[in-house]
């Protein structure tokens, strides 16, 4: 049971990253035509791969409901 929720508190803290990821690409976007198109991209991709990663946490989460 321990590492249902340790999987819960891992969901968590990522859902924060991806708030914090869309806050930060959204105030750069607002910036303009001053944004360099790296900075975006870069952003984007980091959002990308947050997104996934809390897609695979839900999954497992799901699974660890199975499995007990």
Known sequence: MADRFD???R???VRQQIEQTRRQLEGER???TQVQQRT???LETQLDQLMAAEYNLRVAI???KITR
């Open 40 to 42: 975006l991209a870069q």
């Open 30 to 32: 607002a910036k303009g």
């Open 62 to 64: 799901d699974q660890s």
């Open 7 to 9: 999987l819960i508190a």
């Open 11 to 13: 969901k968590h803290a």
